[in-house]
């Protein structure tokens, strides 16, 4: 028996996460981050390659996709149910913060983008959700090639100006005008090689409903999604 899917995707920093999270905790669901798989397979890649050559800049110019897999498996990549969400492990330890490492940041997203390591991801959020929990799942590509059937897709955006300053409060650091327009510069990057990517791009599904949460605030942006889940809940 599967669960029930809300689906929600978008840009980094649009506050997917944290938002996905506060309406699985108020819909009674579990929270799966699609993207904590996509850094432990970054983390994974990143390990392996310093591990064969500690000077690599790039870690799949040493270790090709294949690789990679096998040492997710060999490394027990996994995530593991506890309580509102799933925690990652990696080597057999938590690996929560090293997945939120800046260099595993920097390189997700091409690790993302090969076809192989997307497969791999999608057969493990289905696997997680055919257990039967019902689930708020975050990411990319959630709504469009993950779960297409989902209850209730969401398209969550927000200005650059406000993903940037999210982003560096998040690290609790002092946002001034400098390091916001670098903030900036590092996420249009990684939304540019998200969108553009052949395989799954950064897209809004066509039935998704669109949240701009640039003025919104989080406890106003959470309410709006659990009204629509339970409405769409009761109409089953
Ligand atoms: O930092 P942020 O929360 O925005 O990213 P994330 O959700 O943790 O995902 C890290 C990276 O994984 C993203 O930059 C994407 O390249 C990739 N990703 C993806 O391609 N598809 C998903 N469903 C989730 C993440």
């Known amino acids: ?3 029930v899917v809300v689906a929600i995707d978008g840009p980094s920093a649009s506050g997917k996460s944290s938002t996905a999270r506060a309406v699985a905790e108020r819909l009674g669901f579990a929270h799966l981050d699609s993207g904590a798989l996509y850094r432990g397979l970054t983390l994974v890649a990143l390990r392996e390659a310093a591990r064969r050559d500690p000077s690599a800049a790039e870690p799949l110019a040493v270790v090709d996709a294949e690789t990679v897999l096998r040492a997710a498996e060999d490394r027990g990549l996994m995530l593991q149910s506890d309580g509102v969400g799933f925690s990652t492990y990696v080597d057999g330890e938590p690996a929560d913060s090293a997945i939120r490492a800046a260099d595993v940041t920097v390189h997700a997203s091409s690790v993302a983008a090969v076809p192989t390591v997307r497969e791999w991801v999608n057969i493990h959020l289905h696997g997680l959700v055919r257990a039967g929990r019902d689930v708020v ?25 406000a993903r940037a300053s999210r982003r560096i409060s998040q690290r609790g650091m002092r946002i001034d005008p400098a390091s916001l ?6 996420l249009a990057a990684r939304d540019h090689a998200d969108s ?19 003025r919104l605030d989080f406890e106003e942006q959470v309410a709006r999604i659990v009204a629509l889940a339970r409405e769409r809940l009761e109409r089953r």
Do not use: H, N, Y
């Not at 975050?138 to 100006?161: N, Y």
């Not at 327009?181 to 590092?186: F, Q, S």
């Open 1 to 3: 028996m599967s669960g």
């Open 137 to 161: 799942v975050d990411g990319r590509d959630i709504g469009t090639v993950v779960f297409p059937d989902a209850l209730l897709k969401v398209f969550l955006t927000a200005s650059p100006e």
């Open 181 to 186: 327009a670098e903030e900036a510069k590092l």
């Open 196 to 214: 553009t990517r052949a395989t799954a791009p950064l897209q809004r599904a066509g039935d998704a409903v669109e949240l701009d949460t640039t």
